[in-house]
């Protein structure tokens, strides 16, 4: 067991928690619940009879079914942990079964076209808190979730103006318990600070992994065996779901599309160095980006070994 997470608590603090969809968020979410005593009862629902076995098989969760709005009746917390695009279309078939007094929220990496798309299903009594843990892996499904995912990871809520500060307050609650540093911001401006910290570096990833792929001047035996060189890094992040990572892009258009016009200023004016010799302007780039570097490692969201820590036996 995760020694991080700390001790079970003893009294839950959620009665019922239906999650639904058991990918590796939603699994995450299942597994640090369980193991921190967060809700008297976890129920697990996925669309897939197969991954519905293979949660029982798993056994962190207490109950698992196909049938969304079966799963949902009586939680007083339900999850949506289904890619962006599909979140309007499961409020939709969860609404009705919802129980009065119940917290709505979700785990999607975009936040106004999630509130869009979920605001108009939303019954009075029923209080949403839309949320975006920081946090995940190339992998996905039920088996690739681990209880300590959000452990010092920062998770953002995003609730509309009409959402009660008791909802937030204890969807906050917990998220803290499972190790998260909980931030409270506008869907707007969550998507603006994504857009660059996340979704243009997966678009460049996906880029730059799909032009060495299709370059005809280098064999693919020679971009795998030279991948060390940089590229290696950039491989991961391409391995990332694509269905997830698809709907982000479709999700949120404007503010991607903002930032890659700056980036494509930007590499323009590196091209432009280059092309001109202009050997200070790169160093003074490239300083303030090591800074960079060095400040995320400061607050701890990466390791200080080199390499990212990898064995130098290649493991
Ligand atoms: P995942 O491992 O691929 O799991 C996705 C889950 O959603 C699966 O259970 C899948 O069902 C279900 N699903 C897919 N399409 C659906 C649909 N149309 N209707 C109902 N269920 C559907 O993905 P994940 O990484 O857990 O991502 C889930 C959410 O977390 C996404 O919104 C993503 O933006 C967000 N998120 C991901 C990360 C990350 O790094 N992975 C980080 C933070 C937030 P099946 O069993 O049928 O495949």
């Known amino acids: 067991m995760p020694e991080r997470l700390g001790p079970p608590r003893e009294t839950p603090l959620f009665d019922r928690v239906a999650l639904i969809g058991i990918g590796l968020i939603g699994s995450s979410i299942a597994r640090a619940v369980r193991h921190l005593n967060l809700?008297?009862?976890?129920?697990?629902?996925?669309?897939?009879?197969?991954?519905?076995?293979?949660?029982?098989?798993?056994?962190?969760?207490?109950d698992a079914t196909s049938d969304a709005a079966a799963g949902?009746?009586?939680?007083?917390?339900?999850?949506?942990?289904?890619?962006?695009?599909?979140?309007?279309?499961?409020?939709?078939?969860?609404?009705?079964?919802?129980?009065?007094?119940?917290?709505?929220?979700?785990?999607?990496?975009?936040?106004?076209?999630?509130?869009?798309?979920?605001?108009?299903?939303?019954?009075?009594?029923?209080?949403?808190?839309?949320?975006?843990?920081?946090?995940?892996t190339e992998h996905s499904g039920p088996d690739a979730g681990f209880a300590t995912l959000f452990f010092n990871r920062w998770c953002i809520l995003t609730p509309p103006e009409n959402t009660p500060d008791g909802a937030v307050e204890r969807v906050r609650e917990f998220w803290s318990a499972m190790g998260s540093n909980v931030e409270v911001m506008t869907a707007q401006h969550h998507d603006l600070v994504l857009a660059i910290t996340s979704h243009v570096p997966h678009l460049i990833a996906y880029n730059i992994v799909g032009t060495a792929a299709d370059l005809e001047t280098v064999t693919q035996s020679e971009v795998i065996k030279f991948s060390a060189g940089g590229f290696r890094d950039f491989t991961r992040i391409a391995a990332s779901d694509p269905t997830m990572w698809r709907d982000v892009f479709l999700h949120n258009k404007e503010a991607v599309l903002e930032m890659l016009g700056r980036l494509n200023e930007d590499i323009a004016l590196l091209a432009r160095a280059i092309r001109w010799g202009e050997g200070d302007k790169l160093f003074d780039l490239f300083t303030r980006t090591r800074a960079i570097r060095r400040g995320i490692i400061s607050v701890g969201q990466e390791t200080p070994e080199p390499d990212f820590g990898r064995r130098r036996d290649g493991q």
Do not use: M
């Open 72 to 136: 949902v009746t009586g939680a007083d917390l339900v999850i949506l942990c289904v890619p962006v695009g599909a979140c309007g279309a499961v409020a939709a078939v969860i609404a009705k079964s919802l129980k009065p007094g119940a917290i709505l929220s979700d785990v999607g990496s975009v936040k106004g076209s999630v509130i869009a798309q979920v605001q108009p299903h939303l019954p009075e009594d029923v209080s949403f808190v839309p949320a975006h843990p920081v946090a995940g």
């Open 39 to 62: 809700a008297r009862t976890i129920v697990a629902v996925d669309r897939d009879e197969n991954v519905v076995a293979r949660v029982r098989e798993l056994g962190f969760a207490d």
